[in-house]
């Protein structure tokens, strides 16, 4: 009983059924006003429950808008051509379930299509819902459509001949081929300029090309049918998702494209918040708890664009008039769909396809904004580097003009010193020769002091045997302390003199040799006795140099060990080896040490480190010399009352 109550209920007319009447085969004839309509409004109707109910009239179009119940549609043909091949089509891609039962000879057919439904389960592969007509023997065909879903429900029914049919798809494919290839050329144009600017601009403005292709081939159907024509799922994420991503580019664009912190703070932080609204509408996507999401958040994004470009342009950011234009266009065509889908606006060319002109010419005038802002930069550049030009230009000439005169200076300096030169060559010269004479006649004054100042010597040593009076022998002793003092001078002098005579020949060095000589003729010392030498001098080392110099070196060296020396247990260590291309010298001691206020100076001629030290402060001023010389280095380490050891690096290639 209550089943025949319902279906009492949804019986709205009892007019009787229209028919059409098929018979040119050349035009495209739309049925909306012969279509009979039938609203399920409890949801449950089957096909064989709808056939026993009664259609009412559609009033001329199929415009339901938002209707979230089943509509039932009802139509009847006759063709008077009875070999020709007719189709129906509803050019409503959205629409996301369609399902088509064809009346037979016996029975009924039934076939499907629909946005969820992949192209190889459709009756035809089609971006739209089409349907090859069956007629009967009397050449009537009856065809029922259900269509359900959340979509809108706004849309045409048309029929017509197969070829008409493909020529009309052909066409379809022709215009959203221009619009895609558009869409691919500003993807190109905007890459190539990135390429030469590097702007992050252009990068943004692309991934808003690639989002726009993805929605719009999605809607269109195009992405159901060329590229993933067995994943319609894939086909509505890929448009719907690509909506929130879409706006978060779109939102990061306009505030680098027009500068909008730089104009307005409130309108910056309004796009920043967009960001945030893309993830969240991105997530009710995903989880199914609002399909709309994205929608919803591109409608309020282009409200804020268009009023982001008017803020911009007021405050005189220029390049905001092509945002505003852009963007107005494409406000327009998303206003026409919006009120058809509503069902407002009758479904027409304009009130379907304004969007994509819009969003085509959005695209074209945002892009030509872009290459015009490159033309500009490139402008501007070029100025500058001409502006560049001309400063390096004057510089150079103002540079060249100081090189001139500087150069000038240079000559008359140049001059000058080649004249101060050649006047200091020769005083050099005399110089030279004077030391000459200078070195010759210490030479000589010195040997010809050192026979007397043995002879003193001597003879003090010889009074010190026969004089027995205390007071006799201490005057003697200091007599000879400061005779041999002037004897060690006198030796320094000599060595010194050796040292400047650049004649001086090189010979193979017998470093075995050297050391004994060394020693032995510090016998006379007062603490050679009392003195322990360790020698670790290595025998055959290829080694050539002056021997004066190296004697010089080694006997000051001993020589200081022996006079700074402990009182009891000293010991003298030689070393001499050959190590990595040099020869190295080594004497170390136990003895006084040098404090190390004065290890710096001790090179230096006539230095002694304190009056009451004996010597006369040339031998260590020697030592540096000959090592200089040789081109070799020498080191010192000495800790007061604990030892010293010197240490010399001489090239074994000098």
């Given at each position: 009983m209550f089943f025949l109550v319902s279906l009492v209920l949804l019986v709205k007319s009892t007019d009787t059924c229209a028919q059409v009447e098929l018979s040119d085969t050349t035009i495209v004839y739309r049925v909306d006003s012969e279509v009979e309509v039938l609203i399920d409004s409890t949801g449950r109707l089957t096909f064989d429950d709808v056939r026993e109910l009664t259609f009412s009239g559609s009033n001329g179009s199929l415009t339901f808008g938002y209707l979230k119940k089943p509509i039932w549609l009802k139509i009847n043909t006759h063709t008077l051509r009875q070999n020709t091949r007719w189709y129906l089509e509803i050019p409503a891609p959205f629409l996301e379930y369609v399902d088509f039962y064809q009346k037979t000879d016996t029975t009924w057919q039934h076939s499907r299509s629909g946005y969820y439904l992949a192209q190889s389960e459709r009756a035809i592969s089609h971006t739209n819902h089409a349907l090859p007509l069956l007629f009967d023997s009397l050449n009537n065909s009856e065809v029922y459509i259900q269509i359900t879903g959340l979509s809108p429900k706004t849309f045409p029914v048309y029929i017509m001949d197969k070829e008409v049919f493909h020529q009309k798809t052909r066409t379809d494919d022709l215009w959203y081929g221009v619009?895609?290839?558009?869409?691919?050329v500003m993807f190109f144009y905007n890459f190539f300029i990135y390429l030469s600017l590097k702007q992050i601009n252009y990068l943004a403005y692309m991934g808003t090309i690639v989002c726009t292709f993805l929605i719009f081939a999605s809607a269109s159907g195009y992405a159901s049918k060329f590229l993933w024509p067995e994943n319609p799922h894939v086909n509505f994420y890929t448009g719907r998702l690509s909506l929130g991503v879409l706006a978060s580019v779109l939102a990061i664009f306009t505030i680098r494209f027009l500068e909008v912190r730089k104009y307005s703070r409130v309108m910056y932080y309004a796009l920043l918040s967009l960001v945030p609204l893309s993830v969240l509408a991105i997530l009710l996507i995903v989880f199914k708890e609002l399909p709309s999401a994205g929608n919803n958040l591109i409608s309020l994004c282009t409200i804020m664009f268009i009023t982001t470009g008017i803020v911009c342009r007021v405050k005189g950011n220029a390049i905001a008039t092509?945002?505003?234009?852009?963007?107005?266009?494409?406000?327009?065509?998303?206003?026409?769909?919006?009120?058809?889908?509503?069902?407002?606006?009758?479904?027409?060319?304009?009130?379907?396809?304004?969007?994509?002109?819009?969003?085509?010419?959005?695209?074209?005038?945002i892009a030509f904004a872009l290459g015009d802002r490159y033309r500009r930069y490139k402008r501007e550049k070029e100025e500058i580097q001409l502006q560049a030009l001309r400063i390096q230009q004057n510089t150079n000439e103002a540079l060249e003009k100081r090189v001139k005169e500087r150069t000038e200076d240079l000559i008359k300096v140049n001059t000058e010193l080649q004249a101060n030169l050649a006047t200091i060559s020769k005083q050099s010269e005399i110089i030279e020769a004077k030391n000459a004479e200078l070195d010759g006649f210490f030479y000589r004054i010195s040997h010809d002091l050192k026979g007397p100042i043995s002879s003193l010597l001597?003879?003090?040593?010889?009074?010190?045997?026969?004089?027995?009076?205390?007071?006799?022998?201490?005057?003697?002793?200091?007599?000879?302390?400061?005779?041999?003092?002037?004897?060690?001078?006198?030796?320094?002098?000599?060595n010194l003199t050796r040292l400047n005579n650049t004649s001086l020949s090189r010979e193979k060095i017998d470093f075995v040799n050297l050391v004994d000589t060394c020693i032995n003729s510090l016998q006379g010392l007062s603490k050679f006795q009392k003195v322990r030498f360790v020698k670790d001098v290595a025998a055959n080392i290829d080694y050539e140099a002056e021997w004066v110099m190296l004697n010089a070196i080694l006997q000051n060296l001993i020589e200081n060990a022996i006079k700074y020396s402990q009182e009891a247990d000293a010991f003298v260590r030689i070393s001499v080896r050959a190590q990595d291309e040099v020869i190295l010298l080594e004497v170390e001691d136990n003895g006084l040490g040098i404090p190390?206020?004065?290890?710096?100076?001790?090179?230096?001629?006539?230095?002694?480190?304190?009056?009451?030290?004996?010597?006369s402060g040339l031998g260590l001023y020697i030592l540096k010399r000959s090592v200089d010389r040789l081109k070799g280095k020498i080191k010192i380490t000495s800790k007061e009352g604990e030892g010293s050891t010197f240490t010399i690096q001489l090239p074994l290639n000098h």
């Open positions: 619009f895609f290839g558009i869409l691919l092509y945002y505003i234009a852009a963007w107005t266009i494409y406000l327009i065509g998303g206003l026409f769909l919006t009120l058809r889908n509503s069902g407002v606006f009758d479904f027409n060319f304009w009130t379907t396809h304004l969007v994509e002109i819009g969003a085509a010419m959005e695209t074209s005038i001597g003879l003090s040593h010889l009074a010190k045997i026969e004089v027995t009076d205390p007071k006799a022998i201490e005057y003697l002793d200091r007599q000879h302390e400061q005779v041999d003092r002037l004897n060690q001078m006198i030796r320094g002098l000599i190390e206020e004065h290890q710096a100076k001790i090179f230096e001629m006539f230095y002694r480190a304190t009056d009451s030290a004996s010597g």
